[in-house]
T-cell receptor
Framework: GAGVSQTPSNKVTEKGKYVELRCDPI?????LYWYRQSLGQGPEFLIY????????DSGLPNDRFFAVRPEGSVSTLKIQRTERGDSAVYLC??????????????FGPGTRLTVL | AQSVAQPEDQVNVAEGNPLTVKCTYS??????LFWYVQYPNRGLQFLLK??????LVKGSYGFEAEFNKSQTSFHLKKPSALVSDSALYFC?????????????FGAGTRLAVHP
């Protein structure tokens, strides 16, 4: 079946601009995660949704970052006033329920964000 | 806080030889451990996980991992390496704070399999 999809695959923007990154999870997966992978590092957790609500946003670096999942499926990560340090690959993952019994997280191909 | 360490930036192996990619962990409570592989310009692909039970876990593409509680290790292994196994490998541990299942990743180990 279809895996996690992310669009765009690449995004180049200028410092100070606003960007939106989209994630379409595997059908039926109620849990959705965003991670950020900087060059030469492992992915770092940003935010977790169970259904429509953000259950854990402790990884968001500051208030320029925001994410939504209004209908419990597609999620959008929004970054305001982008900075060069925001350049990274943004990964989305989904799983069956994200609490209690652990369910494997399946990752999308990522969006490579470059802030000039 | 939960953490994992991958002590090797790169591992070089000849095709056909066994390979080991090392991972050690630090957790409070029972560890949930994972291995993912990343090919160039692609997302992470799940290989295997240890939740409980048998210390030897078998996964995709002929990979396996051995959980060792006394050494707090979860090394990834394969009996006979293929050139196509060349990729970036990440070990991860579940951070179960709040009952949620976010993952904490190591920095990754690049595996290079030479013909």
């Amino acid at each position: 079946g279809a895996g996690v999809s992310q669009t765009p695959s690449n995004k180049v923007t200028e410092k100070g601009k606003y960007v939106e990154l989209r994630c379409d999870p595997i059908s039926g997966h109620t849990a959705l995660y965003w991670y950020r992978q900087s060059l030469g590092q492992g992915p770092e957790f940003l935010i977790y949704f169970q259904g429509t609500g953000a259950a854990d946003d402790s990884g968001l670096p500051n208030d320029r970052f925001f994410a939504v999942r209004p209908e419990g499926s597609v999620s959008t990560l929004k970054i305001q006033r982008t900075e060069r340090g925001d350049s990274a690959v943004y990964l989305c993952a989904s799983s069956l329920a994200g609490q209690g019994q652990f369910n494997t997280q399946y990752f999308g191909p990522g969006t490579r964000l470059t802030v000039l | 806080a939960q953490s994992v360490a991958q002590p090797e930036d790169q591992v070089n192996v000849a095709e056909g030889n066994p390979l080991t990619v090392k991972c050690t962990y630090s957790v409070s409570g029972n560890p949930y451990l994972f291995w993912y592989v990343q090919y160039p310009n692609r997302g992470l692909q799940f290989l295997l996980k240890y939740i409980t039970g048998d210390n030897l876990v078998k996964g995709s593409y002929g990979f396996e991992a051995e959980f060792n509680k006394s050494q707090t290790s979860f090394h990834l292994k394969k009996p006979s390496a293929l050139v196509s196994d060349s990729a970036l490998y990440f070990c991860a541990v579940r951070d179960g704070a709040g009952g949620y299942n976010k993952l904490i990743f190591g920095a990754g180990t690049r595996l290079a399999v030479h013909p």
